[in-house]
Nanobody, 122 residues
Framework: QVQLVESGGGLVQAGGSLRLSCAAS????????MGWFRQAPGNEREFVAA???????LYSDSVKGRFTISRDNAKNTVYLQMTSLKAEDTAVYYC????????????????WGQGTQVTVSS
């Protein structure tokens, strides 16, 4: 069983930056792909970014060039650095893990965190 705990969300003005963190329990982190998803009210959960155990990264077109995903295996933590934030980035952000994978579809992930709210004011 893996537990994921997100932190770092908050209120920021448009154009600002935030860094989200997701701390994972257990001993499979270094072999797991980690993803970030987000869900705005009334919308489906959407893929934001993912990083594989081999450090390969994937991004949605909507955040490419603005967000950076990274991981620290020594700390069992994955990060999402968000810059040039826009009002449309407002959502609850979730991290997820998948052993030996780097999927972009939410249904392929094994474990999920509880989410952290990001609000971007325009």
């Amino acid at each position: 069983q893996v537990q994921l705990v997100e932190s770092g969300g908050g209120l920021v003005q448009a154009g600002g930056s935030l860094r989200l963190s997701c701390a994972a329990s257990g001993n499979t982190f270094s072999r797991s792909g980690m993803g970030w998803f987000r869900q705005a009210p009334g919308n489906e959960r959407e893929f934001v970014a993912a990083i594989g155990w081999s450090v390969r990264t994937l991004y949605s077109d909507s955040v490419k060039g603005r967000f950076t995903i990274s991981r620290d295996n020594a700390k069992n933590t994955v990060y999402l650095q968000m810059t040039s934030l826009k009002a449309e980035d407002t959502a609850v952000y979730y991290c997820a893990s998948k052993l030996l994978g780097i999927p972009t579809r939410a249904e392929e992930y094994d474990y999920w965190g509880q989410g952290t709210q990001v609000t971007v004011s325009s």
